[in-house]
């Protein structure tokens, strides 16, 4: 179904989204690839305390093209990144912070979505590179960290968002799995395909 | 004509390349939206289509990864232009940058630092030809790292021949999923050594979607592959459809008789490139 939310959602919110839920967000996101990841992660571990609160937002992974325009910043293109990078660590991550939804594309492994089951959150599909069509719905920059250290793509953006979708929940905290059920499809398929080539 | 000229003509075929996507790709995107079957998959062919509208109109880079900036150079040997080529391109990438803008994309892989305006330790990349002529014709392929990232080199027995190229090429695109952006153009490279082997599937990337190999049995085995990789169901974006890719095209070079290196490239949807021609005269034509 169609939800349209307002973020940060609660862990019991996190809970009612199922696969196959379209999402429309609003409110605020931020953006970790490999490197924020890691940063926060280390943050934690040394009892440093983090410049905003991750669990109150959406987690995005993207490295966008931002712009300075005055003393901020225009977004200029945001689509997400390939999520299977971060699988080295986002469990960790989860469990550190608790974002109920993470944004990206590609879907991610087993050991997030049983950090998901464990924690309470989602994992959402947003169409890879439409870059320019994600830029439209975020309505401005609140801040960035880690800009010197990381660089732009690297970097955490804070973004209000308003809208942000459609985003396609493929990855559930009671264990639904978009992509599992994708599977045996695609290998009904590939033994289609092997007879085929093997005939060739 | 001047080196600015030049050097903006350069710049001129970076924008185009990272906000136009070129007519043939925009066509086979818009084709394969009409015939998908799959409410998801149409559904993502429906947003990569309003992407690219949007970063035309309002010429802005369609994907936030705007890529390394990899350049072919044809170098004709009778162009008396040869000696700054480099320097234009290297200069162009930087103004562009700042210019279009594109995403810092260069990173020191020993020190982690990102100079912040793609320049770095040989880049831009750029694979030289030397050709017969005046003229200098220079593409730009402005590639992502999600499709690079899924980059495969099999160094296959010679004696599974092409059933067994064929076959390394479909299991492969299918056990990528939706990872590298489907639905993409496949390029294969065949032959060689382990390294032309790869640089023939990425130059293979380069032709135009729609184009058939100049050789009918290789131009055949294209469409072979191409329509075995959509009989997968991947779809776009991989969330299950009937287009998976757009094209495959193939490339190949005589290999040893002991190997039979294979290449596999994969370009996602966003099939970004643009051409720079120098004339001898000093004409310059951005396509």
């Not at chain 2, 990232?149 to 990528?176: D, F, T, W």
Request: charged share 25%.
């Amino acid at each position: 179904m169609e939800r349209r939310l307002n973020l940060p959602i609660n862990e019991s919110q996190a809970r009612e989204l199922r696969v196959g839920d379209i999402l429309f967000l609003t409110g605020h996101v931020f953006t970790a690839r490999d490197e924020a990841h890691l940063t926060m992660l280390k943050m934690r571990e040394e009892g440093d305390a983090l410049p905003f609160e991750p669990g109150e937002m959406a987690l995005f992974h993207c490295g966008p093209v931002v712009r300075a325009a005055g003393d901020g910043w225009d977004v200029i293109a945001a689509g997400p990144t390939t999520s299977f990078r971060m699988e080295l660590f986002e469990d960790r991550f989860l469990e550190a912070f608790a974002p109920r939804i993470i944004i990206g594309k590609g879907g991610m492994g087993d050991r997030t979505q049983e950090a998901m089951e464990k924690v309470g959150a989602v994992y959402v599909h947003y169409t890879g590179g439409a870059g320019a069509l994600a830029a439209k719905r975020i309505e401005r920059v609140e801040d960035v960290y880690w800009l010197d250290e990381l660089g732009m793509p690297e970097a955490a953006w804070i973004f209000a968002v308003k809208e942000f979708g459609p985003l396609l929940v493929t990855m559930a905290s009671d264990g639904g799995n978009f992509y599992k059920e994708l599977e045996p499809r695609i290998a009904e398929n590939m033994k289609a395909i092997a007879a085929r080539i093997d005939r060739s | 004509m001047s080196n600015q000229t030049i050097r903006n003509a350069v710049v001129d075929a970076l924008r185009i390349a990272s906000t136009t996507l070129p007519d043939d790709v925009f066509n086979a995107l818009k084709a394969a939206r009409e015939s998908e079957t799959s409410d998801l998959g149409a559904a993502q062919l429906d947003a990569i289509l309003e992407n690219v509208i949007i970063a035309r109109e309002a010429s802005i880079p369609m994907c936030q990864d705007t890529g390394l900036q990899t350049f072919f150079v044809d170098a004709g040997v009778k162009s008396p232009f040869l000696a700054e080529i480099r320097e234009w391109i290297s200069a162009a990438v930087v103004a562009a940058t700042s210019q279009i803008p594109l995403r810092p994309n260069t990173v020191d892989p020993f020190k982690g630092t990102n100079p912040g305006d793609n320049s770095g330790r040989f880049m831009p990349f750029i694979n030289w030809d030397i050709v017969d002529g005046d003229e200098v014709r220079i593409t730009v392929l402005p590639k992502g790292s999600g499709s690079e990232n899924m980059s495969a080199l099999r160094m296959l027995p010679p004696g599974v021949g092409l059933q067994g190229i064929k076959k390394a090429v479909v299991e492969h695109v299918v056990s990528c999923q939706g990872m590298p952006c489907p639905p993409t153009i496949v390029g294969v490279g065949i032959g060689g050594g382990a390294d032309i082997a790869l640089k023939l599937g990425k130059k293979a990337i380069l032709r135009d979607i729609g184009s058939a190999h100049a050789d009918p049995q290789v131009a055949a085995y294209e469409r072979e592959m191409f329509e075995l990789i959509n009989m997968s169901g991947v779809g776009p974006m991989g969330v299950g459809g009937e287009t998976t890719c757009l094209a495959v095209h193939v490339e190949y070079a005589y290999r040893h008789p002991a190997s039979l290196p294979l290449g596999i490239l994969i370009q996602c949807w966003a099939d970004r490139r643009a051409r720079v021609v120098v004339q001898s005269d000093g004409g310059v034509e951005v396509a």
